[in-house]
């Protein structure tokens, strides 16, 4: 305790990742010898194509071993400027996109160089566990918008007009959804924006790195809308458009006066990212999509699969998620009910039981600001979710 109390209060006001915490809980049972099935993590269990592998084998026999430029390298920046015009008709020049170490980073530096303290930042729920931490961290004040599986886990227009205030400085929005698969169609962020025009003061960080991973067709940004581009922010990168989870590349398109704020923070925290990613990066963006879109397809074919055994589930309700990876159930029914004299109090309950007794790692929806919830990855094979199925359902009849 006397150790926690030397901590500075920016820290101790956030709470861990519980993503992150279930994964590694996860990869320790694995690690003792426990056949452990992973749906916690929002990660493609595909590899990377080989010729951004190529790419960055290249880059390493070119010497491209040296610090990279802050906002990243120009070849890269020009690459990811084609990309939003070539498949979202923005037009973003290189100055107005900077490189980041990951689309989170992104998020970070836009939140830490548009909110001071005191400063509201409107969050949908359910939403990305990080986004309510890092508006935390900037200083800012959390303003939640529940949703839920009526609305297909959508926030309306007044919902957010409702929560507009003075003090509103920025709204987070992520379509493709995580931990929802929720995907708002043009006319939904039409209807947004003839809110967010009346009030000019408030930015929009739009998270947009599921775009590929979209069951509707086309992807559509809040940056499509003219009178809103000033103020919106771009979020993207590869990790899961091209299986790069671990390459760490995320970048933003803003106007220039954010980037270049977010440039000089990034100089002092990280400098520019890895070298041999981004070069990897460029290989990936200006390769046409024909491997991510077998990645779509097979992640379609297990959005079907486990929508169908999940439904079949007794008291397990949910909605069909339209993009990105996870099912978001309620899992209320469950509460309450025990085994062995362990009584299910809440969905955290519920996801350790399932891991006790399943070996099935979830994470829990309170997580996501939706208590009673839990988000399921499909990010597995088709084999992998038909046995963590078999074992869920075997479980949850241990209850009672």
Not at 8 to 25: E, H
Not at 54 to 61: L, M
Request: hydrophobic letters at 40%; glycine letters at 8%.
């Amino acid at each position: 305790m006397i150790a926690m109390e030397k901590l500075s209060g920016r820290i101790r006001k956030i709470s861990g990742s519980q993503t992150m915490a279930m994964n590694q809980k996860s990869r320790d049972l694995q690690s003792q010898g426990k056949d452990i099935i992973n749906l916690s993590v929002g990660e493609p269990d595909f590899h990377t194509p080989p010729h951004v592998k190529d790419a960055a084998k290249k880059a390493i026999d070119d010497n491209f071993s040296f610090y990279s430029p802050v906002g990243g390298y120009s070849d890269l920046k020009e690459a990811i400027s084609q990309k939003l015009l070539r498949e979202n008709n923005l037009h973003y020049s290189t100055e107005n996109i900077i490189v980041s170490n990951g689309a989170k980073h992104s998020i970070a530096n836009a939140l830490m160089v548009l909110v001071d303290e005191g400063d509201e930042v409107i969050v949908p729920a359910p939403y990305w566990v990080s986004y309510v931490e890092l508006a935390k961290l900037a200083g800012g004040t959390n303003v939640i918008i529940q949703s839920g599986i009526g609305s297909g886990f959508k926030v309306t227009p007044e919902q957010i007009e409702e929560a507009i205030t003075p003090k509103t400085k920025v709204l987070l929005l992520c379509s493709p959804g995580n931990p929802t698969g929720s995907v708002y169609t043009k006319d939904e962020l039409s209807d947004i924006a003839q809110v967010l025009t009346r009030y000019p003061n408030v930015f929009i960080i739009s998270d947009e790195i599921y775009e590929h991973i979209n069951y509707l067709g086309q992807h559509n940004s809040i940056a499509d809308f003219d009178e809103l581009r000033d103020r919106v922010v771009v979020v993207n990168g590869v990790s899961k458009a091209y299986a790069m989870t671990g390459w760490r590349i995320g970048y933003m398109a803003a106007s220039t006066w954010i980037v270049k704020a977010c440039s000089k923070l990034q100089g002092h925290f990280t400098s520019g990212p890895s070298s041999i990613a981004q070069k990897a990066s460029v290989a990936a963006l200006n390769g046409d999509n024909s491997y991510t879109e077998k990645m779509r397809e097979a992640f379609l074919r297990r959005r079907n699969l486990v929508i169908e055994r999940a439904g079949n589930i007794p008291g397990m309700v949910l909605s069909k998620p339209d993009g990105a990876f996870y099912i978001f159930p309620d899992i209320s029914s469950y509460v309450g009910l025990a085994h062995e004299g362990k009584v299910i109090k809440d969905d955290t309950d519920f996801c350790l039981f399932l891991l006790e007794q399943a070996h099935v790692a979830a994470v829990p929806g309170e997580a996501f600001g939706a208590p009673n919830h839990i988000r399921i990855s499909y990010a597995t094979s088709d084999s992998k979710l038909d046995e963590a199925f078999d074992r869920i359902e075997k479980a949850l009849k241990k209850l009672s």
